[in-house]
């Protein structure tokens, strides 16, 4: 039984992952799964379709995998994703940490 997605959830979802609200991307794969990828979103007028709420509820649900676009037009963004790999992951990620700190950035 699936559970209802509310516009309470829609609303947590955009707050956390709060990005571009004018252009979205949705996740492809080849009918042979040999390539997949992400690409935006165009109407047929070749406009960058806009991140709404159907879309982020069929995200949700698993309907759909998006990606949003977290630089949004002024040159900010309000979260970053990093992956640390390698040896070195553990000192890369507390550096990044007490560089945030530094400048009092939330790090959670």
């Not at 640390?84 to 507390?94: A, H, I, K, N, R």
Request: charged share 20%.
């Amino acid at each position: 039984m699936s559970q209802e997605i509310t516009q309470e959830n829609i609303n947590l979802f955009r707050s956390l992952f709060r990005g571009r609200e004018d252009a979205y991307a949705k996740y492809w794969q080849s009918p042979n799964n040999s390539k997949c990828g992400f690409a935006p979103v165009y109407s047929l007028n070749n406009k960058s379709e806009p991140l709404i709420d159907g879309v982020v509820r069929s995200h949700i649900s698993g309907e759909i995998v998006i990606g949003i676009y977290p630089m949004i037009l002024d040159n900010t963004t309000h979260f970053l994703a990093i992956d640390f790999d390698g040896d070195g992951w553990l000192t890369e990620s507390v550096s990044v940490i007490n560089i945030s700190m530094k400048y009092g950035l939330d790090t959670c």
